[in-house]
């Protein structure tokens, strides 16, 4: 999950169609764009909102954060550990930290802005976001752990993307139930203008005439 939005994304597209407010809904690459920029520039606004955000979908990250800071803080070098004897180079702690700070702040902007037309959707989209956060966090800590850490850590991963998994399913559930309810009105409406079909008719006919004889 390092360096990218969110597995999400491609359910963003249903919720914009859904919310009908589809060119309210950005694309992954301007997202993309809007994290590149983030930590490149790293403003300290960015770092209160990700704080904010994980308070509010995984309060228990927020310590996390604070030491993937601190870290960023100590030093600007590259690390390089050595796992089971093997020299593994690591993300310099910087670019570390502000990866996550943008990858927050571009996802609580998203729930923020997609709740203030869909608070059903953007509670769970926020939940999912919450299970990234927890998953970035372990995957962070897999690329220095020994083999038997890392077993465990694949298991702890793939609970978190099990409850995502079940969260995007719930996502898609309501899309169908939106889909289904607006294929009801098309049909409706359809039948009505069948039903109407003289009436239509005749009041075309009608507007075309009145308007041939009309003055100019």
């Given at each position: 999950m390092a360096c990218r939005i969110s597995a999400v994304m491609g359910v963003f597209g249903l919720l914009a169609a859904s919310s009908?407010?589809?060119?309210?809904?950005?694309?992954?690459?301007?997202?993309?764009?809007?994290?590149?920029?983030?930590?490149?520039?790293?403003?300290?606004?960015?770092?209160?909102?990700?704080?904010?955000?994980?308070?509010?979908?995984?309060p228990d990250r927020v310590n996390g954060l604070d030491s993937l800071r601190e870290q960023a803080n100590k030093s600007n070098n590259q690390p390089t550990?050595?796992?089971?004897g093997v020299p593994v180079s690591g993300p310099p702690a910087q670019d570390q930290y502000w990866m996550e700070v943008a990858q927050?702040?571009?996802?609580?902007?998203?729930?923020?802005?997609?709740?203030?037309?869909?608070?059903?959707?953007?509670?769970?989209v926020g939940k999912m976001f919450g299970l990234e956060a927890n998953a970035r966090a372990r995957?962070?800590?897999?690329?220095?752990?020994?083999?038997?850490?890392?077993q465990a850590?694949?298991?702890?991963?793939?609970?978190?993307?099990?409850?995502?998994?079940?969260?995007?399913?719930r996502l898609r559930s309501l899309e169908i139930a939106d889909i289904e309810r607006?294929?009801?009105?098309?049909?409706?409406?359809?039948?009505?203008?069948?039903?109407?079909?003289?009436?239509?008719?005749?009041?075309?006919?009608?507007?075309?005439?009145?308007?041939a004889i009309r003055p100019r």
């Open positions: 009908g407010a589809a060119q309210e809904t950005p694309n992954p690459q301007a997202m993309q764009m809007q994290v590149q920029q983030i930590m490149q520039q790293r403003p300290r606004e960015a770092e209160a909102a990700a704080r904010a955000f994980l308070i509010l979908v995984a550990y050595v796992v089971d927050l702040t571009v996802q609580f902007d998203m729930v923020q802005k997609l709740s203030q037309r869909d608070s059903v959707r953007a509670q769970l995957q962070r800590v897999y690329r220095t752990a020994s083999e038997p850490q890392r850590l694949r298991a702890q991963i793939e609970a978190l993307i099990s409850q995502h998994f079940d969260l995007e399913d607006r294929l009801a009105d098309v049909r409706a409406e359809s039948q009505r203008r069948r039903d109407k079909r003289a009436e239509f008719i005749k009041f075309a006919v009608d507007d075309i005439v009145r308007d």
